[in-house]
């Protein structure tokens, strides 16, 4: 079963640090490039980092550009978000999704279960 | 963030068609990246439910189809069912910034 499993969420005081994983399994995680979305508490879905297969290629959101990186082990078949100088309004549940593109198509065919991320003093 | 326009909610009774608009802009559905469509029902991660020229992933039914013109496109849901209710998203790619995946505002879908 191709799956992804989410972990590392909990509650940080604002300017703290988090460090997400996302594991995968069922597929072959080295051949597909993955993302990372968020969704605040009642809110849309947010779009936060792309990171190809090899990792040559990486992009952010403007929202969180200079705090958040993204990166992976093809070899431990995971992917990772490291999150520092947390915000409130960083407070969300955070999703793995496995990347889908084509020609003229970029999206997410696969997600993982979410993990939150609680940002209070 | 999101910019991708849909309507807060729609409602139809059971059985009845009920379409979903979502509005973009020339850098994302008007420049002809494909639109993807998500269902995330309560509590529960989004899905994967239809995109580009009606591709569905397995398992999905008919019920569900897409239109696309301008910088606009649609989902169409017929034969309404219980189990439809939920959070329906719009995503593309949006040229305007490198690698920006963009996502609709979301739309509730509730049967009355």
């Known amino acids: 079963e191709v799956q992804l499993v989410e972990s590392g969420g909990g509650l940080k005081h604002p300017g703290g640090s988090l460090r997400l994983s996302c594991a995968a399994s069922?597929?072959?995680?080295?051949?597909?490039?993955m993302n990372w979305v968020r969704q605040a508490p009642g809110k849309g879905l947010e779009w936060l980092s792309y990171i190809t297969s090899s990792s040559r290629n990486i992009y952010y959101a403007d929202s969180v550009k200079g705090r958040f990186t993204i990166s992976r082990d093809n070899a431990k078949n995971s992917l990772y978000l490291q999150m520092n100088s947390l915000r409130a309004e960083d407070t969300a549940v955070y999703y793995c999704?496995?990347?889908?593109?084509?020609?003229?198509?970029?999206?997410?065919?696969?997600w993982g279960q979410g993990t939150m991320v609680t940002v209070s003093s | 963030q999101s910019v991708l326009t849909q309507p807060p909610s729609v409602s139809g009774a059971p059985g009845q068609r009920v379409t979903i608009s979502c509005t973009g802009r020339s850098s994302n559905i008007g420049a002809g990246y494909d639109v993807f469509w998500y269902l995330q029902l309560p509590g529960t991660a989004p899905k994967l439910l239809i995109y580009g020229n009606n591709n569905r992933p397995s398992g999905v039914p008919d019920r569900f189809s897409v239109s696309k013109s301008g910088t606009s496109a649609s989902l169409a849901i017929t034969g309404l069912q219980a189990d439809d209710e939920g959070d329906y998203y719009c995503?593309?790619?949006?040229?305007?910034?490198?690698?920006?995946?963009?996502f609709g505002t979301g739309t509730k879908v509730t049967v009355l």
């Open positions: 069922g597929f072959t995680f080295s051949d597909y490039s």
């Open positions: 995503q593309s790619y949006d040229s305007s910034v490198i690698g920006s995946r963009v």
């Open positions: 999704a496995r990347d889908f593109t084509g020609l003229r198509s970029s999206g997410f065919d696969i």
